[in-house]
């Protein structure tokens, strides 16, 4: 979500919006978006992690608290967007015992391995929980997968796409002003605008093309036509799917002892590649022992060291 804060910041700046403004708007209550936003911060922090089996009665909680927030300054544009997308999030968790649903196929899409190994592990990770046939308001999880130019896909629930768009709006207003909209399209005359924008200056022309050009790009790339890769390179993956390729190895290398198959398998990874993934799905196996014994088998066949040091 700070992904799409930023670049709706971005966005009020190119347009000639203020910081101080921002800093001036007269909120109700801001100790209430305070705190739920503390929470949600501590939910999303590394610190949460010890407190695991509480992270979805914290995130409710904070929803909890921002909706009233949201409520007294309904005023303010774009609030009301940003406010039906915390509660359909908040309808969506309390329905499901304060988890929300995040779906399987979703979280493949977006590489989330590790998630969906704690998940498969435990039934939850943090505040998120695996859909199934008794999760309720299915439509409402977390469902739709945003890829690149984000630092890394994610998945998202319907609310959280109606948080970012009310959160566009609201700062474009904050930093704007009361005419952050152009006044055509205030005073309902969108025809009007679309035809003065032949009177515009060259400058302005082009950065309307551009942005334009930009979200339309975001839309066909993230929701209409997602970008989907076949036949890449193992090397070439994501280091997530990087691991999840030579833990695939060395089941099959567990099974049939092909030494000259995993071999060839793995030709387009340099020793210190292997060796390092190995040492980290090492690590995170924890007490599966069956695992971590076919990597060590695996390592063991490919002559790698897994001493500190590579020794």
Same mark, same amino acid.
């Given at each position: ?8 910041l971005?966005v009020?700046?190119?347009?000639g ?11 109700r ?8 936003l ?34 007294? @300054? $309904? ?13 359909? @999030? ?32 435990? &039934?939850?990770h943090r505040h ?15 469902t *739709? ?31 704007? &002003?009361?005419n952050w ?6 005073? $309902? ?17 082009a +950065?309307? +093309? ?8 975001? *839309? ?10 076949y036949?890449?390179d193992?090397?070439?993956? $994501? ?6 390729y ?8 567990g099974?049939?002892?092909d030494?000259?198959l ?15 993934? *190995?040492?980290t ?5 924890g ?5 971590s ?19």
């Amino acid at each position: 979500m700070s992904f799409f804060i930023i670049v709706s910041l971005i966005v009020a700046l190119l347009r000639g919006g203020s910081l101080l403004r921002l800093g001036q708007l007269h909120i109700r209550h801001a100790y209430l978006i305070i705190v739920g936003l503390a929470l949600q911060l501590f939910v999303f922090s590394p610190f949460g992690a010890r407190w695991e089996p509480w992270m979805g009665y914290f995130y409710l909680a904070s929803l909890a608290l921002l909706l009233p927030a949201v409520a007294l @300054n $309904r005023d303010l544009p774009g609030i009301r967007l940003l406010g039906l997308g915390l509660f359909l @999030n908040f309808l969506v968790i309390a329905a499901n015992g304060g988890l929300m649903p995040i779906s399987v196929e979703a979280a493949h899409r977006a590489g989330l391995f590790d998630v969906m190994d704690a998940l498969q592990t435990t &039934g939850r990770h943090r505040h998120v929980a695996l859909m199934d046939e008794g999760t309720k308001f299915r439509f409402l999880g977390d469902t *739709i997968v945003l890829g690149y130019p984000l630092p890394s896909a994610s998945v998202f629930s319907p609310g959280d796409i109606l948080v970012a768009l009310g959160a566009f709006i609201f700062l474009q207003g904050a930093m704007l &002003g009361p005419n952050w909209l152009p006044h055509y399209f205030q005073e $309902r005359k969108p025809v009007a605008y679309l035809l003065s924008l032949s009177q515009i200056s060259w400058l302005k022309g082009a +950065f309307i +093309f551009g942005l334009g050009l930009l979200l339309g790009w975001l *839309i066909i790339g993230w929701v209409l036509w997602p970008v989907e890769y076949y036949d890449t390179d193992p090397p070439d993956l $994501r280091r997530s799917h990087q691991e999840a390729y030579i833990s695939l190895v060395a089941d099959s290398f567990g099974l049939n002892g092909d030494v000259p198959l995993a071999s060839e398998r793995l030709q387009d990874f340099n020793d210190e590649e292997i060796r390092d993934i *190995i040492l980290t799905l090492l690590e995170r196996q924890g007490e599966d022992l069956a695992s971590s014994q076919r990597l060590r088998d695996l390592a063991l066949a490919l002559a790698l060291s897994l001493a500190p040091g590579g020794e």
